[in-house]
């Protein structure tokens, strides 16, 4: 157990910029139980975690235990094949926190250890792991990105006043996760009707990281009604519509409408999926929150709720749409989590899909 969790903190280390790999960590452990090395997937491009742990661990590792959090890969992404690689560094035994659900690997990479005589274990701590990447394993399995909605409301469950004030409900701490939230995602998708009325920049903002690594900006716009001077337009902006035309640097991406005659939402999702999109963070507006959740694509919710009475029937909540008329259709969430963020509450949880409705 021990060395299974330091294999998944040293691939926590690197922050989710491995995108579009998996979070690998791995450690050698020697013949007399001593760790002899480590390392995990820095980013994309570089050297994988088997590598680095092995030539960390020398001559030391022959005939040790290598520990990693998530099944090594038997194709060559160079020469050799991390599978490959453990076979000549003389490993004995390797323990596997799960498989790799990637359909090139699944099970491929242990089998190859298995064929070379190398005792393998799977298992341990694969709860753990499986969450590290959660965002890897949905693209692997649906070639969709994983869904988080995220949203900030005052206690009486209003995201902004009457008048459509809404800068700021919650504070800087919160405000800051907010921030750090957006930069592990691939992309960032808000409505038109958002970028109209607050003219975001949507970009991660986290302090210390100047180059901290930046989401694709997405926008729903089926009519295309947004104007080139937002400041969302940009190169690393992509606008998904019904029409055709050009707006500024940004990518125009015209998909079929849906029964609502707005953008397809499963369309774009298959659409970012193909293009190695991990995760996606929906931020709204309402209307775009509900449309997630009817169609039944949200993962994980973010909700962040500021000490905070509004009040008023014109002052919009987070979900808009025609909403549920039973409560037993409603969406349930488990797995909670509760973080203190200043004055401000982080609420967490994942979308229940096996609850009857």
């Keep these: 157990m021990l060395w299974a969790a330091r294999a998944i903190e040293l691939a926590r280390q690197a922050d989710y910029g491995t995108s579009p790999n998996p979070m690998v960590g791995a450690v050698v452990v020697d013949s007399s139980g001593l760790m002899a090395g480590e390392g995990f997937h820095h980013k994309a491009g570089h050297r994988h975690a088997e590598e680095e742990a092995l030539e960390a661990a020398g001559e030391r590792a022959r005939d040790g235990t290598l520990y ?60 753990r792991a499986r969450r590290l990447n959660e965002f890897y394993v949905k693209h692997r399995l649906t070639g969709r990105p994983f869904v988080t909605a995220k949203f900030a409301m005052s206690l009486d469950g209003k995201i902004a ?33 958002t970028v109209v009325a607050d003219d975001p920049e949507l970009t991660a903002r986290v302090e210390g990281q100047g180059d901290s ?68 963070l929906v931020e709204g507006g309402a209307e775009v929150h509900a449309s997630f959740f009817a169609a039944g694509l949200v993962d994980k919710v973010h909700a962040y709720i500021a000490p905070r009475l509004i009040g008023g029937r ?44």
């Excluded at 990693?68 to 926190?97: F, K, M, Y």
């Excluded at 701490?173 to 808000?190: K, S």
Aim: hydrophobic share 40%.
């Design 68 to 127: 990693l959090n998530l099944e090594p890969c038997p194709h060559a992404h160079r020469t050799p094949s991390c599978a490959q690689a453990v076979i000549d560094a003389g490993i004995r035994r390797v323990v596997v926190s799960m498989t790799d659900p990637d359909e090139r690997v699944r099970g491929a990479g242990l089998r190859m250890l298995e064929s070379a005589g190398i005792e393998t274990a799977v298992g341990v701590l694969e709860e």
């Design 161 to 193: 006043t009457r008048t459509g004030e809404s800068r700021w409900i919650t504070g800087e701490e919160a405000r800051a996760h907010a921030h750090r939230t957006r930069r592990v995602h691939d992309a960032i998708l808000v409505g038109v009707n």
């Design 213 to 280: 690594r930046q989401p694709l900006r997405v926008v729903l716009d089926s009519q295309l009604r947004i104007r080139q001077s937002a400041r969302i337009v940009g190169a690393d902006t992509l606008i998904a519509t019904t029409r055709s035309g050009r707006v500024g640097a940004a990518e125009v991406l015209r998909l079929p409408a849906g029964a609502d005659g707005r953008v397809s939402l499963p369309s774009l999702l298959d659409e970012l999926g193909r293009r190695g999109m991990l995760s996606l």
């Design 314 to 357: 014109a002052a919009p909540g987070p979900l808009a749409g025609e909403g549920i008329e039973h409560l037993a259709a409603s969406t349930h969430l488990n797995e909670m989590d509760f973080v203190r963020l200043g004055d401000d509450l982080l609420i967490t949880g994942y979308v229940d899909v096996h609850r009857d409705s």
